[in-house]
């Protein structure tokens, strides 16, 4: 049986670990107490005396790939990117939501429609703790789901100026610790996070294990790739779009990294040429589109302020239908093209990360 000590040699120990929380979840949620995730998020043995060796931590992991099968079935998959019913572009009706949403709020108005009928008693999502960095957590009143909507920069005169490693990942799985330890409040969560965290609860799923019997939704994230970097990559960053960090309002991912600045101009920086920060796992995965989600949400083919959303299935396409009706809308005069030319785009993007992962998987990872 593989263990956590195979992870060590097989994943961390190549490069590859997404840092996605799962073994570390797992175990804890279990309570063998056998591991921790370090302050960097990195899975670590907190008392190896204590690993009943289950091997689960390893069946979970999703650079193993070990369940990808039975995740395939579960989740209907099919080439090349997973199941598509629907493509939809749609924004928030709630001016409090959009004034805060990365693109159209769709998630936020998807996460507060789900809270207020009942169907969730909270939500797994993110929140802003400083210049670039997010921190995971159980948001379960209005406010707090509020609080999760955007990929906002503080821009208060100071903010932008503390020295020290910045991310933009969050590790979001982690929080189910919190969710279990408050099971008898919180019994159906949502779960919004980028593909590999998506990818490692939905395991967890198909092995029936805990905590996946809390999510009643998984809410994926387009993700071309997350990152961290210091002061010195910060600075490279504002001379290759010729910004200052004080005057930067919202930043956005697309097909290019969108900073918009408080005078209104946005500045475009091609994906391609941020390597020099992106997490090192992030060169090895080939989900672009969070293939095993209910529902996957970018600003990809959308106009400004507008979400784009592929309904995976049947539950996804009733929510999306019932949420028209409440809370969401669409843009008017829509070209029927639309489905169409957004899954182009979502299928060349998801083409370009597998052929990197690939083509990363044969030269080794990254020192
Ligand atoms: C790191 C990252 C990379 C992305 N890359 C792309 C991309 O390449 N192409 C593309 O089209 N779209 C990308 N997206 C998705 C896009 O930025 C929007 O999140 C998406 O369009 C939904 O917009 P919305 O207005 O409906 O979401 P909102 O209503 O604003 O809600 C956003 C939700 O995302 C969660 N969230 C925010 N930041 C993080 C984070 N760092 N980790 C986990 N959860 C988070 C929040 O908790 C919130 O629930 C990326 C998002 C992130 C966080
Ligand atoms: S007890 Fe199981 S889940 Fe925990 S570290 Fe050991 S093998 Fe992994
Ligand atoms: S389950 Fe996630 S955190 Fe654990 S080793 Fe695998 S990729 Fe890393
Ligand atoms: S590219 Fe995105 S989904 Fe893939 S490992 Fe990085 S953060 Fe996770």
Redesign the pocket.
């Known amino acids: 049986m593989k263990t956590f000590k195979d992870l060590i040699a097989e994943v961390q120990e190549k490069g590859r670990c997404h840092r996605c929380g799962g073994c570390v979840t797992f175990c804890e949620t279990v309570n063998y107490g056998a591991l921790e995730a370090d302050p960097e998020g990195t899975p670590r043995f907190k008392d190896e005396k204590k690993c009943i060796e289950c091997g689960l931590c390893y069946m979970i992991c999703p650079v193993i790939d070990e369940l990808a099968d039975e995740l395939k079935a579960l989740t209907g998959w099919r080439e090349p990117i997973g199941a598509v019913l629907e493509i939809k572009t749609a924004r928030s009706r709630d001016p409090e939501?959009l004034n805060r949403?990365?693109?159209?709020?769709?998630?936020?108005a998807l996460?507060l429609y789900l809270r207020e009928r009942g169907h969730i008693d909270g939500a797994v999502?993110?929140?802003k703790t400083g210049l670039f960095n997010?921190q995971p957590f159980l948001a379960r009143s209005r406010e707090e789901i509020l609080e999760?909507?955007?990929?906002h920069f503080d821009t208060l005169p100071g903010t932008g100026l503390f020295p020290g490693v910045y991310s933009?990942?969050?590790p979001?799985v982690l929080t189910f610790k919190e969710v279990q330890e408050r099971k008898r409040q919180v019994k159906k969560v949502a779960f919004?996070?980028?593909p590999c965290q998506i990818d490692t609860m939905r395991r967890m799923q198909v092995l029936g294990i805990v905590p996946s019997d809390t999510v009643r939704c998984y809410f994926g994230?387009?993700?071309?790739g997350?990152f961290i970097f210091g002061e010195e990559e910060r600075r490279h960053l504002e001379r290759l779009g010729r910004f200052d960090w004080a005057t930067v309002r919202k930043v956005?991912?697309?097909e290019d990294l969108l900073i918009h600045l408080s005078d209104g101009q946005v500045r475009r920086l091609p994906l391609e040429e941020l390597d020099f920060m992106k997490r090192t796992a992030c060169f090895f995965c080939r989900d672009y589109s969070a293939e095993y989600a209910d529902l996957s949400?970018?600003?990809?083919a959308s106009e400004e302020g507008w979400?784009?959303v592929v309904v995976r299935n049947e539950w996804g396409r009733l929510l999306m239908k019932e949420a028209l009706i409440a809370s969401i809308e669409e843009p008017k005069g829509l070209s029927p093209q639309f489905p169409d030319e957004a899954l182009e785009k979502i299928l060349e993007w998801s083409r370009r990360k597998k052929e990197r992962a690939e083509n990363r998987g044969k030269v080794g990872p990254l020192s």
Do not use: E, H, M, Q
């Open positions: 939501v949403a990365t693109d159209g709020g769709v998630i936020t996460l999502v993110s929140r997010r999760a909507a955007g990929f933009t990942y969050s979001s919004v996070g980028p994230l387009f993700c071309s997350n956005n991912i697309k949400f970018g600003g990809l979400t784009t």
